[in-house]
T-cell receptor, first 116, second 112 residues
Framework: GAGVSQSPSNKVTEKGKDVELRCDPI?????LYWYRQSLGQGLEFLIY????????KSGLPSDRFSAERTGGSVSTLTIQRTQQEDSAVYLC??????????????FGEGSRLTVL | GENVEQHPSTLSVQEGDSAVIKCTYS??????FPWYKQELGKRPQLIID?????GEKKDQRIAVTLNKTAKHFSLHITETQPEDSAVYFC???????????FGTGTSLTVIP
């Protein structure tokens, strides 16, 4: 597809379970970002991948959160032992990633996570 | 890291009036400031952006101004229409990476 694709669009899970959220960025985009948006809140940065460089994990809220990006394309955000406070919409974005160049972020539709 | 603050959190205006949303940032090295619009249930989309070497940019009914000395930038929407109703986010990108920091958003309601 032409845009950023995320799956699942909705996920309901029980407290303590692990979840995986997937992001398929726009083809050719070297930069990929994960953000978290709680109800009525702003966009909280989680993690950022740029090409083959080590990811910027400075926004991950705890060691229960991790993410990987395979082959410089698809990314998976994993939340282990989910807690109710993890409930939010998880947004993925990609950009061409040219350092100092055009910076538009293209967002996916998000994955809405509900932890019961 | 960068800290972006955004005000107001909610804003209601009559159709045809102007709306102004303001943001401040903390890192003087930030050099790119985009604004995103998020309609209910939709993804955020870029509506306008400005770079640190420019003081103002306009695109039809929307404009953004940047004051580097004071480290603040603002979004101006003139002749507001009901379809302008959405949540607007400002953001700042640092000079040493491709990291974006977002404000907490402004929920704009345009009353017909």
């Amino acid at each position: 597809g032409a845009g950023v694709s995320q799956s699942p669009s909705n996920k309901v899970t029980e407290k303590g379970k692990d979840v995986e959220l997937r992001c398929d960025p726009i083809s050719g985009h070297t930069a990929l970002y994960w953000y978290r948006q709680s109800l009525g809140q702003g966009l909280e940065f989680l993690i950022y991948f740029q090409g083959n460089s080590a990811p910027d994990k400075s926004g991950l809220p705890s060691d229960r959160f991790s993410a990987e990006r395979t082959g410089g394309s698809v990314s998976t955000l994993t939340i282990q032992r989910t807690q109710q406070e993890d409930s939010a919409v998880y947004l993925c974005a990609s950009s061409p990633g040219l350092a100092g160049g055009a910076g538009e972020l293209f967002f996916g539709e998000g994955s809405r996570l509900t932890v019961l | 890291g960068e800290n972006v603050e955004q005000h107001p959190s909610t804003l209601s205006v009559q159709e045809g009036d102007s709306a102004v949303i303001k943001c401040t940032y903390s890192d003087s090295a930030s050099n790119y400031f985009p604004w995103y619009k998020q309609e209910l249930g939709k993804r955020p989309q870029l509506i306008i952006d400005i770079r640190s070497n420019v003081g103002e940019k306009k695109d039809q009914r929307i404009a953004v101004t940047l004051n580097k000395t004071a480290k603040h930038f603002s979004l101006h929407i003139t002749e507001t229409q009901p379809e302008d109703s959405a949540v607007y986010f400002c953001a700042a990108r640092g000079n040493t990476g491709n990291q974006f920091y977002f404000g907490t958003g402004t929920s704009l309601t345009v009353i017909p």
